[in-house]
């Protein structure tokens, strides 16, 4: 069983920066990709960003220019670095790998954007 472990979350004031690490269990690019998801109470979860195996990214476009998503080399630990945050990104931010045959989650982590 994969484990993926988010950290970084918490609270942070509007326009301020934050950055997410996912640390994963098994070397990343064994995933045919990895994502950061986000859900926010009383709605459904949404893709943030995701990165391929090859290096493609896609985000959504509530996010674009604002996060990148990003990944070491070793292919320990996956990255969302967040920028001008707003008060509606507050949400629990998961962490997610897949391939054909496996879909792993993390067990979240809360970003709060409040002044």
């Known amino acids: 069983q994969v484990q993926l472990v988010e950290s970084g979350g918490g609270l942070v004031q509007p326009g301020w920066s934050q950055l997410l690490s996912c640390a994963s269990s098994?070397?990343?690019?064994?995933?045919?990709?990895m994502g950061w998801y986000r859900q926010a109470p009383g709605k459904q979860r949404e893709l943030v960003a995701r990165?391929?195996?090859?290096?493609?990214?896609d985000y959504a476009d509530s996010v674009k220019a604002r996060f990148t998503i990003s990944r070491d080399n070793a292919g320990n630990t996956m990255y969302l670095q967040m920028n001008s945050l707003r008060p509606e990104d507050t949400a629990v931010y998961y962490c997610?790998?897949?391939?054909?045959?496996?879909?792993?989650w993390g067990q979240g982590t809360q970003v709060t954007v409040s002044s």
């Open positions: 990165i391929t195996v090859g290096g493609r990214t």
């Open positions: 997610n790998a897949n391939d054909r045959a496996r879909n792993f």
């Open positions: 098994e070397n990343i690019f064994d995933f045919d990709a």
